[in-house]
């Protein structure tokens, strides 16, 4: 039609001697119903390749949306063949397209089948579990696939295969944070003798700033930033851990609030004994997980246990920890705790682990205890002073730390200026991990951007510090509150904000500690040495339930570990 002369215009004329019909004319003639339903294939289809590419291509865009399209259409089974499709072979990959199987099964439960959080230990399921853990994850995909056939009947199923993803999705994070261990070694020292105690002590830990970025997979995936403290609570470092090696081959365990005062004693004498150690509320679970982690101990070993210790050691082991602070204090306590145990344990056992070494040490222990968690408790307690730590958005996961030089002066001012409020509420933050993942998983906006902000505005609070600037640090402590309940909504009890309402007068800043949802208040007051000032505020407020206030000062040491004669402590156990 555009060559006429190259057929002597034949087209052109055929053309404009067409029938012609305006869309008016059509519109009766169209299959309407064919029509939705090929631009609606149309739309799935090209949304399903743009939930492959996003996954594959690590994209921080939410498919929330196309979730809930997919569920409302009824075309679920499509995207739940593509999820699990998504690139075996890329473990992050992997882990977000199990994260989103689970929340196409949740969106199919359609709010029934009971709560979405609970146990993933059905025994169908062991076998795609099993896959992963070997690290074949296509086969674990197929076969996670297969089971899920088999639970799509009514919600409760639904609901319970979605946590059964999470479960799987748990796998792959704790294989990643395993990568640390690439970063723990130890030097072998003198052998303590026989009876001599091994004594760690350390502050716990506050954080101004950075929380929820250290934790997996956003320390990984999207790199963390925390700046922290390491503070004496009424002048006294509050947790501890002491260990000896003793004449029988068992290992003596023991649990207390303070040093001199053990609650829970616990005796090993065969490995039957430990194979709780990966049950966080079991007695004594954390320290038989550090025996583990610490290579004392070999689990699976078809040794007993007494050979074990007999063959290497000449004997067993004496372990005690304590933790003046009460539970759920959002201070750091089971991190440090791992720590302290950590340090006193292999010294112990005549080795020395450098302070690098051991915060990637407590990353392991806590993953082989099934808690999980972060590396900002650790770099807080162990380390000494005013600090900043951060991890890359690559694996192996290592964390690095970065000393904040203040002003000559300024620490003796923060610490006039510096008070915890414990709240008399129970830090109750089961669920807020599992919300936080679920969230970044889903990539959410406000939850990706908030990520960016909070390792933002560690950097600028670091700043802060060293500029030696009160009235600073405040906003930065209230803001990073803001973003803490924007990463975990919940975390703020009423009785809580009534309490921060009444202080918001007298302080620069404020924020709860750690996740939130109970604990410690800490807070940077206007004027220096205000405990009774603030005492006497709350006094006058009714309904605050039994709060406490307590001085804080920075410690400039960190973990300290010192031996002891063999009569300068007794034992405890039998």
């Given amino acids: 039609m555009l060559d006429p002369p190259e057929d002597g215009g034949e087209a052109l004329r055929a053309w404009r001697a067409s029938w012609r019909l305006s869309w008016e004319q059509l519109q009766p003639h169209l299959d309407r119903a064919a029509t939705l339903a090929s631009r609606r294939d149309l739309f799935f289809r090209q949304a399903l390749h743009k939930a492959q590419h996003v996954l594959e291509t690590r994209q921080d865009l939410s498919l929330c949306p196309l979730i809930r399209a997919a569920v409302h259409e009824g075309c679920s089974g499509l995207l739940l063949a593509t999820l699990d499709q998504a690139r075996a072979g890329d473990p992050g990959v992997v882990a977000r397209a199990l994260a989103c199987v689970a929340d196409v099964l949740s969106c199919m439960a359609e ?53 059964h993803y999470e479960g799987a999705g748990q796998i792959l ?142 004997g067993g082991f004496e372990l005690h920890t304590w933790s003046e602070l009460p539970h759920g204090s959002g201070l750091g306590t089971s991190s440090i705790l791992a720590g302290a145990a950590l340090a006193a344990l292999q010294r112990a056992a005549g080795r020395v682990v450098g302070m690098e070494a051991l915060i990637h040490a407590v990353l392991h222990l806590e993953q082989v205890l099934t808690t999980g968690g972060g590396w900002q408790d650790q770099v807080g307690g162990l380390m000494p002073g005013i600090k900043m730590g951060h991890s890359r958005a690559q694996l192996p996961l290592k964390v690095e730390v970065e000393e904040i030089i203040v002003p000559e002066g300024f620490v003796q001012k923060l610490n006039d200026h ?66 803490k309940k924007l990463m975990a909504p919940g975390c703020e009890p009423l009785a809580v904000r009534r309490m921060m309402d009444v202080l918001a007068p007298h302080v620069h800043g404020q924020s709860l500690a750690g996740a939130g949802g109970g604990g410690f208040l800490y807070l940077l007051t206007k004027e220096p040495r205000q405990k009774a000032a603030l005492e006497a505020v709350l006094a006058k407020t009714e309904g605050l339930g039994n709060y406490s206030v307590h001085l804080v000062e920075v410690d400039t040491q960190g973990l300290s570990l010192q031996l002891l004669r063999n009569e300068a402590l007794f034992s405890c156990c039998p």
């Fill in 111 to 163: 709010g029934q089948g009971g709560l979405r959080s609970g146990p993933a230990a059905n025994p169908e399921w062991m076998r795609p579990f099993s896959y992963l853990e070997c690290g074949d994850l296509a086969a674990g995909v197929e076969a996670l696939a297969q089971e899920r056939d088999k639970w799509l009947s009514r919600p409760a199923f639904l609901v319970r295969a979605a946590r």
């Fill in 173 to 314: 994070i704790r294989q990643a944070v395993m990568t640390a261990q690439h970063f723990v070694s130890m030097e072998p020292v003198e052998l303590p003798a026989l009876g001599q105690w091994v004594i760690a002590e350390c502050p716990a830990r506050v954080d101004f700033s950075g929380g929820w970025s250290d934790t997996p997979p956003l320390a990984y995936e999207h790199g963390g930033a925390v700046l922290g403290l390491a503070v004496r609570v009424d002048g006294r470092r509050p947790i501890g851990a002491r260990a000896r090696r003793i004449l029988e081959p068992e290992l003596w365990l023991a649990v207390g609030p303070r040093q001199d005062q053990m609650a829970v004693k616990i005796v090993c004498r065969s490995l039957d004994d430990l194979q709780d150690y990966c049950q966080p509320h079991a007695p004594g679970a954390l320290l038989k997980a550090a025996f583990i982690c610490a290579g004392i101990v070999h689990v699976h070993s078809g040794r007993p246990l007494s050979e074990q210790l007999l063959h290497t050691f000449g």
């Fill in 418 to 483: 510096l008070l915890l409020v414990y709240t008399g509420k129970t830090r109750l933050a089961r669920n807020l991990l599992q919300d936080v993942l679920r969230s970044w998983y889903a990539r959410l906006p406000a939850v990706v951007q908030n990520a960016h902000s909070l390792v933002q505005q560690t950097k600028e609070c670091a700043e802060a510090f060293r500029q030696g600037s009160l009235p600073l640090l405040g906003q930065y402590l209230t803001s990073y509150w803001e973003q």
